[in-house]
């Protein structure tokens, strides 16, 4: 068990306070009245808890050594909840405990297996979730929502029929006035329909996202977790860096930047982000109530200085740091950019459905949240980093990494990667903590969609040409008739 003379000091890095996990019961105690619990800190194992910006909800697991057959004494049905309370000392952390009125609800019993060392103890995965989970499984909503679009989700996320959550929701005002007619729909899906046409009142953005962190829902922009106030980029929350000496042990603060493990996913996929438009696109729009046929053309480089993104100028929206270089591809004289043709798309634009309300502009949106979602799924970073309850997902992380190259000159390589260190937006965390390893590391999963230091632009032709042929067509039996007369088939 980890202990540490102080909780609110952290002596080490890894270091964690776990004050609670306990099982409360569905069944009550007939004399008493009240629930059957029980402490399982003792025989936990390892703990896993993840929030991420496009699940929704916190979910996670525990890993038990039980001698008691605490699964069947108890049992554990399925119906039972789960207080969990832990962080990184002297930081804010995860209290889902009765007093909050939110303790997490176990749904799942998994991977029951004897201990091979003791033939009465076993092991098993106690899986838990946010409360609100449960009431998006068996609950459908079938009605219309007007207005704000915020005050719709507000509505979903805390009405009976809907998520039936008591928890705080953080929101981003939007600039719309819709009527959203649900379908017999999820209480998430509801939200995820009304959530991709919504636009800030502050930001050009296409899209909002709804998630868990800690104690709060968010509802919000993925340029709002970019931008701070509509005004200004938002400032990290947290700096790693990679360094290949070992820890200090004695500045707990520098250490606690140290990345242990890093890798990238994707950096660079051109023809996947081509043919799925978030470089280039062509949009045709058929209006039913006006009769009117539209052509709309998205071009990535002309639209990047529009938005906030990991990178900026000082604070000010940058111009030219996308990860696509300003360049002419091939003999085209065009840049990949303005191949608006390869992605077509077809939608149906007919905003006045309903009378006093109007649906966004796709024109506005459509197009530009296929590339922003993209570009989040384009530079995907994993880091192993040691446990720190202040960062959540939607943040922004600095992360310094060094130019890969041999031995030699100290000062080339301590130089950072001039494109793929600076800025990056936490998408996803995944907290674990070891009791037996008495350590708390985490995992995070970042994105990326600018690069530090702008690429070169080259708007010259390429000098490569390609070899010309002066006979390109050449009929097939032509050249078996060759072989043939060669007498390439004699002995056969």
């Known amino acids: 068990m980890a202990t540490i003379d102080s909780p609110n000091v952290i002596s080490q890095v890894g270091k964690y306070n776990l004050t609670k996990v306990r099982i409360i019961s569905y069944r009550k105690n007939d004399e008493e009245g009240v629930m059957y619990e029980m402490d399982?800190?003792?025989?936990?194992?390892?703990?896993?808890?993840?929030?991420?910006?496009?699940?929704?909800?916190?979910?996670?697991?525990?890993?038990?050594?039980?001698s008691q057959d605490v699964r069947s004494v108890l049992p554990i049905t399925g119906l039972e909840r789960l207080e969990l309370s832990f962080n990184t000392p002297g930081m804010p952390g995860y209290h889902a405990v009765r007093d909050e009125g939110h303790p997490y609800y176990i749904y799942k019993i998994d991977g029951a297996r004897q201990d091979p060392t003791n033939p009465r103890a076993q092991h098993y995965i106690i899986h838990f979730c946010s409360g609100e989970m449960y009431y998006n499984s068996f609950n459908r909503l079938s009605r219309a929502y007007t207005g704000p679009i915020e005050q719709g989700v507000q509505n979903i996320l805390h009405s009976k029929d809907?998520?039936?959550?008591?928890?705080k929701l953080v929101f981003e005002p939007t600039r719309s006035n819709t009527k959203y007619v649900i379908p017999n729909l999820k209480p998430f899906d509801a939200i995820k329909l009304m959530s991709r046409d919504a636009i800030s009142s502050s930001y050009e953005n296409a899209g909002y996202l709804f998630y868990e962190t800690g104690q709060t829902f968010a509802f919000r922009s993925v340029e709002s977790m970019l931008g701070l106030g509509g005004s200004i980029a938002r400032p990290s929350v947290f700096k790693y860096n990679y360094q290949i000496t070992q820890l200090s042990n004695n500045d707990v603060q520098n250490d606690l930047k140290n990345v242990k493990r890093y890798e990238f996913r994707r950096p660079v996929d051109i023809l996947y982000n081509l043919n799925e438009g978030m470089f280039a696109s062509k949009m045709i729009t058929n209006d039913l109530y006006n009769k009117t046929i539209n052509e709309y053309d998205y071009d990535y480089l002309s639209n990047f200085s529009k938005h906030y993104h990991t990178e900026h100028d000082t604070g000010d929206k940058s111009k030219f740091k996308g990860v696509l270089p300003i360049s002419k591809f091939d003999n085209t004289g065009k840049d990949l950019?303005?191949?608006?043709?390869?992605?077509?798309?077809?939608?149906?634009?007919?905003?006045?459905?309903?009378?006093?309300?109007?649906?966004?502009?796709?024109s506005i949106t459509y197009q530009n949240r296929i590339s922003q979602r993209l570009q989040m799924r384009n530079v995907n970073l994993n880091l192993q980093v040691?446990?720190?309850?202040?960062?959540?997902?939607?943040?922004?992380?600095?992360?310094?990494?060094?130019?890969?190259?041999?031995?030699?000159?100290?000062?080339?390589?301590?130089?950072p990667n001039p494109y793929w260190s600076g800025r990056y937006l936490v998408m996803a965390v995944k907290h674990i903590i070891s009791q037996e390893d008495e350590q708390h590391l985490m995992n995070l999963r970042c994105m990326k969609d600018a690069v530090r230091i702008e690429f070169d632009a080259e708007t010259e032709q390429s000098m490569i040409t390609d070899r010309t042929y002066r006979q390109k067509l050449t009929n097939l039996y032509d050249l078996d008739e060759l072989l043939i007369q060669d007498d390439l088939l004699q002995g056969l």
């Open 40 to 66: 399982i800190k003792p025989i936990v194992e390892t703990i896993e808890l993840t929030e991420d910006i496009f699940t929704g909800f916190i979910s996670g697991s525990v890993t038990v050594k039980d």
């Open 162 to 167: 809907g998520l039936n959550s008591n928890k």
């Open 337 to 362: 950019s303005q191949q608006s043709m390869a992605k077509l798309l077809s939608v149906t634009d007919t905003s006045n459905v309903h009378t006093g309300y109007s649906f966004p502009d796709p």
């Open 386 to 415: 040691y446990g720190n309850t202040l960062l959540h997902a939607g943040d922004v992380i600095t992360f310094d990494m060094p130019l890969l190259r041999p031995l030699g000159d100290p000062k080339k390589r301590s130089k």
